[in-house]
Structure formats: C-alpha cells, structure tokens
C-alpha cells in the first residue's frame, strides 16, 4: 500500500517551537481562568458571616415582632447564615455587647448612641426603628414632686448611658441644676422602676414599657415630659462588621424594614406580640405604643440635630470629655447609606 508523504512526515510531538509556545498560554489561560472562577466562588461563599446577632429589646417593639416572624432567619438563611438573638436590657446594655463584639446589631436611644461612640466603641447608627416619647421623669403620688426643682437634694434613679439617664440631665440643665444637685442612684430600667414603687428613691428617669407600667398599675406620675429631648430609637451596627459585611447589613435592614411596615399595618398583632413577649397587660402595651412613632425608619439630618443638642448637654456636664469634638463625632456614628439605599 503507497504510504501518503504528509501523514508520513507529520508527527505531534515535533511542533515548531513558536506554535508550542502559543498552545501552553492558551492553556494556562484556561487553567488560570477556571482556577480565578473558583477562587471567586470561594471568596463569595466566605464574604458572609456564619451568624449575625442581633439585640431584641421590650423598648424596640420591632425587634420583637421581627424575632417572632422568623423573617431574617428566612432572609439570611438563603446564604446559610444562622441569626443569634440577644436580650438588651437598655441601651448601655446594648453598647457594651456591641463593644464586646457580643452582638452585631444593637439597639440605642440616638444620645446613648453618641455616648458610646465618645467613648471609643466603634459603632455606626444606620437606621430608626421608632421615634418614641418613652422616657419623662416620674414620681409616686405622695412625695409632693410636681416640677423640675423639686429634684433638688432628692434620690433619683436612672440608668447611666441611656436617653431617660440623658434626659433627666437636660431637664436638669433646662431649670439651673446639674447632677451635682441631686443623689444619683444609678439602676437598670426594671430595678429603677421597682426602687420608685417600694419609695426607696423619690423619682425616677423612667423607660417604657416600665414607666407605663407604673403609670397605670401603681398610680405613679409623669410629672415632667418633652417627646422632643427622646432621642430616636436607633439600630446600630458594628463598625467592623458594616465594613467587612455591607450587603448583609443591607439585608438586616430590608429585613427589618419588611417588620416596621407590617407593624404599622398590623397594629393590633404588634401589640399582641409586645403583651406576650414583654409579659405585659394589654393595656400597659397599648399605653408604649401610643408613644412610639414607627412611621419613619431613615436615619438622616433629623436625628443628627436632636443627637447634637443632647451631645452639648453631655459635654457641658462633663460626661462627655471636654476634648471631643461633639460634631465630628455625631458625623462619624451617623451612616445613612444602608438605610437610603433599603428605602430606594
């Protein structure tokens, strides 16, 4: 049989040099390319968390509605991130499981906020879950407080770092008295309230639900109020985390803005859920959310302002040291982004 001369000749191991050349980029670049894809799955796998904690909180309404509804464990299940839930106790409580890396996302008053951040804790505040009337100072019906001054010399309970520890020292400030004025007992919300009922202090900065709670149950008296100097409900998140994490912050918040606009729909089963969970009567619950405000949840110009003047107060008594600068801080906690681009 006649050989054919090309096959003959032809032999694949015996390429020009030039054409082996070309062949080994191409194939490194199909190989470098499948290896960049999978370095890119991995990476998008690992650019979420293995759980995100989150605060709820009887002075949050929201969260409780939120944490009842499994909502975010469905949302961020969809990336296999599991939720861990965490009771505040009140704001100072929130910050310092914020601080300590306890919890991801914590809920604030707007002032106790800004005190942290004075402080050092590196949080940012990225979004409003209410704008309540929760804190005024309280009394019992027979220790003939009826106005500010009459603080004077008297045992006052409050808890430090928070808006009603906030608020007692801008009414304070309002008539000419300064802490100095009065005996400071320093208690958690709940214990505040229960030292008012025995008449071991003589007023108290109160916190809802447990100032309604006093109010309707024991007869005791808000006998000093201004819904403007409560600073907003606030949800704050660790600096650290919005960094590493900002889509899943963005996915916190759409979440959380799904419960604020079913709440506001749902008023009936809002409160249904606040009586259940914070162990509350029905009327006590209703009288909370009579003073909390869900209608806005962007975080903005608003709550800077009302922020900023609680922040002058906290300076001028000392609370906050003399070398902050007060704008500059509010500036940096503030973050709206997260907040704006949800809304969108």
Same mark, same amino acid.
């Given at each position: ?20 050349? +070309? ?28 759980? +995100? ?39 100072? $409580? ?87 004025? +009065? ?29 309604? $709670? ?64 914070? $162990? ?65």
């Amino acid at each position: 049989m006649r050989r054919i001369p090309y096959l003959r000749r032809f032999n694949p191991f015996r390429l020009p040099k030039w054409l082996l050349a +070309i062949t080994a980029v191409f194939l490194f670049s199909i190989v470098g390319g499948c290896s960049q894809d999978a370095g890119n799955s991995a990476s998008n796998a690992a650019n979420h968390p293995d759980t +995100i904690r989150v605060d709820f909180a009887y002075y949050n309404p929201v969260s409780l509605l939120l944490k009842d509804k499994g909502w975010l464990e469905e949302e961020l299940g969809k990336d296999n991130i599991k939720v861990e839930w965490t009771q505040s106790l009140g704001s100072n $409580k929130a910050l310092e499981l914020l601080n300590s890396r306890s919890i991801d996302f914590g809920s604030t008053a707007g002032a106790a906020a800004l005190l942290g951040k004075a402080n050092g804790n590196p949080i940012q505040s990225v979004y409003v879950y209410s704008k309540p009337e929760w804190t005024a100072l309280v009394t019992r019906p027979d220790t003939g407080i009826t106005k500010i001054e009459d603080l004077k010399g008297k045992r006052v309970a409050a808890t430090k770092g928070t808006d009603p520890y906030i608020f007692l020292l801008r009414s304070l400030d309002s008539v000419g008295l300064s802490e100095k004025d +009065i005996e400071l007992v320093p208690l958690q919300h709940p214990d505040g309230r229960a030292a008012l009922e025995r008449g071991d202090v003589d007023a108290w900065a109160g916190l809802d639900p447990h100032m309604a $709670k006093t109010e309707l149950e024991n007869g005791s008296k808000l006998f000093f109020r201004n819904a403007d100097w409560n600073t907003y409900g606030i949800l704050n998140v660790r600096e650290e985390f919005a960094k590493e994490y900002p889509a899943d912050v963005e996915k916190v918040l759409a979440t959380y803005e799904r419960a604020r606009q079913f709440a506001v729909d749902n008023p009936d089963e809002l409160k249904a859920i606040l009586v259940r969970e914070a $162990k509350l009567s029905d009327t006590v619950a209703a009288r909370q959310l009579e003073r909390t405000d869900l209608s806005n949840s962007v975080i903005g110009d608003t709550q800077k302002q009302t922020i900023l003047a609680a922040g002058d107060i906290l300076k001028r008594g000392g609370v906050i040291p003399s070398n902050i600068d007060v704008q500059q801080t509010v500036d940096a906690l503030i973050a709206p982004q997260f907040a704006e681009k949800v809304a969108k």
